[in-house]
């Protein structure tokens, strides 16, 4: 019996990194009668002579969109321009992390075309302040390219946003070498090349690098009270509201709303946190 982790997924065949090799495997079929399914992130035990996954550990953590377990730490990619950044976005992909118990850390490209250098450098603060990181990147600058290779270093790490923020261009930039092993892996299973339209681990200084099919939208599956759980920074305040089941919108007696008036909170996220729940209201009222 060998232990790995499932690096690739696709049509019940999946590639196992076992450290000394990787195999190509498929489940027992006591998984399809449990209704379990496999997915990237997950370690497993393999019987190397029938080449078949003979057990699932339990998970720490897992997505659906994208399909992936056992996340130590999740980078929202944004660009600056082309498309344009998205405070609200950033917010909206926050809370979904959060909420699946994955650290979410920040990264916008392009900053090179940056044309308000000032206003980027406090959403930074503003997150900083929140305990989230974020890394500026652009083709001029190295320092936090350098950053985020040490920040990366030993984990199992998911890159997500957009389509057409660059995440695929970021991850050849962080590992030269990831176009080559997408070539390898994906002739093996006789794909032809990796287009980011499956979630794929690739092996990276002690870790691993996950790339994943760009978002068009996002829509966040919580209930209202879910939502107010994870949005970024409102922790320390859930609980002490007057109303226990409060959402900090129109209640009285706010312990949220009383922090941002005091400017222990801040404003522009408060906003953007009203912003989300006006969209899941809207939302939901439409399916009605």
């Known amino acids: 019996m060998m232990k790995g982790i499932v ?55 897992e997505l659906i969109r994208p399909a992936i377990a056992n996340v130590d730490r999740a980078y929202v990619v944004m660009s600056y321009i082309e498309p344009d950044f998205s405070p609200y976005l950033v917010m909206k992909f926050f809370t979904y992390l959060n909420y699946h118990q994955i650290t979410p850390s920040l990264i916008v490209t392009k900053m090179d075309r ?49 389509s057409g923020v660059g995440k695929s261009s970021l991850l050849n930039t962080i590992f030269p070498k990831w176009d080559l092993k997408i070539g390898s892996y994906s002739s093996s299973l006789g794909r032809g090349r990796h287009q980011t339209k499956e979630v794929l681990l690739l092996p990276y200084e002690g870790g691993y690098l996950a790339d994943t099919p760009g978002f068009s939208s996002l829509e966040l599956e919580l209930t209202m009270q879910e939502i107010q759980e994870n949005f970024p920074g409102f922790k320390p305040y859930i609980g002490h509201c007057f109303f226990k089941d409060c959402i900090h919108v129109h209640e009285k007696k706010c312990a949220l709303k009383e922090a941002v008036e005091k400017e222990q909170y801040p404003q522009e996220l408060y906003d953007l946190y009203l912003e989300l729940t006006k969209e899941i209201t809207e939302d939901r009222r439409k399916l009605r």
């Open 7 to 61: 690096i690739s997924s696709r049509y019940g065949v999946f590639e196992v990194d076992t450290a000394s090799t990787i195999l190509e495997v498929k489940a027992r079929g006591l998984f399809r009668h449990q209704k379990k399914k496999i997915i990237v992130g997950d370690y497993v035990t393999v019987d190397e002579e029938t080449l078949t996954i003979v057990e699932v550990e339990d998970r720490k953590n």
């Open 114 to 162: 940056c044309q308000n250098r000032e206003a980027m450098e406090k959403w930074k603060d503003l997150l900083k302040g929140l305990g989230y990181s974020t890394f500026f990147l652009s083709t001029k600058q190295e320092e936090d390219m350098k950053a985020l290779k040490e920040d990366i270093q030993g984990k199992t790490c998911l890159f997500l946003g957009q």
